[in-house]
């Protein structure tokens, strides 16, 4: 059993930065593919950035390439979103997941976290 917990929300300004971690419990948690999904009020849960299991590749949505990257530090079992040059669309309820059920972009993983808010002023 895998439980992603999540941390580093918060409100910024347009622009600003933040770091978000997802820290699993579980013996097991530093095998599992990660990734981040966010959700909007009102909106469905979108795929934001994907990790491999070893760190070796990452994928981003078009959204936020060049400004997210995601990265792994498997000997503490954290998976890591670095935001920046945030924008107000950018503003959602950001959760981590583990090991996807179909592909990495589908939100259909089988750990997920409880999610931290984030929310981007203009």
């Known amino acids: 059993q895998v439980q992603p917990v999540e941390s580093g929300g918060g409100l910024v300004q347009a622009g600003d930065s933040l770091r978000l971690s997802c820290a699993a419990s579980?013996?097991?948690?530093?095998?599992?593919?990660t990734a981040w999904f966010r959700q909007a009020p009102g909106k469905e849960r979108d795929f934001v950035a994907a990790?491999?299991?070893?760190?070796?590749?990452?994928y981003y949505a078009d959204s936020v390439k060049g400004r997210f990257t995601i990265s792994r530090d498997n000997t503490k079992n954290t998976v890591y979103l670095q935001m920046s040059s945030l924008k107000p669309e950018d503003t959602a309820r950001y959760y981590c997941?583990?090991?996807?059920?179909?592909?990495?972009?589908?939100?259909?993983?089988?750990?997920w976290g409880q999610g931290t808010q984030v929310t981007v002023s203009s």
């Open positions: 997941a583990a090991q996807p059920r179909i592909n990495i972009f589908s939100p259909q993983y089988t750990y």
């Open positions: 990790i491999l299991w070893d760190g070796g590749n990452s």
């Open positions: 579980g013996r097991a948690s530093s095998v599992y593919t």
